[in-house]
Nanobody, 116 residues
């Protein structure tokens, strides 16, 4: 079965950096795009970044462009989200996501809090 396990969240001051990681299993990792979403309190879940199967193509929400970088390691079945210049509005639970076989799979999420 598909499993996605996120790690790397925490408390960081504004302007700081965090690196999230997602370990995937239960499917052929290198055959599908991967996504990072986030959900802030009281808000809908939003797509933050997407990476293609090979990692050659990426796409970002306007709110994180130039600050966040998504990457993947198909040999290790992992996808990462490097977050720089963090802002209080980046505070949210961040989720790793994959869509396959007409089903959306999610990890348990990792909390990111940006506060002084």
């Amino acid at each position: 079965q598909v499993q996605l396990v996120e790690s790397g969240g925490g408390l960081v001051q504004p302007g700081g950096s965090l690196r999230l990681s997602c370990a995937a299993s239960g499917f052929t990792f290198g055959t599908t795009p991967m996504n990072w979403y986030r959900q802030a309190p009281g808000k809908a879940r939003e797509l933050v970044a997407t990476i293609s199967r090979t990692g050659s193509l990426t796409n970002y929400a306007d709110s994180v462009k130039g600050r966040f970088t998504i990457s993947r390691d198909n040999a290790k079945n992992t996808v990462a989200l490097q977050m720089n210049s963090l802002k209080p509005e980046d505070t949210a639970v961040y989720y790793c996501n994959v869509f396959r076989l007409q089903t959306s799979f999610w990890g348990q999420g990792t909390q990111v809090t940006v506060s002084s």
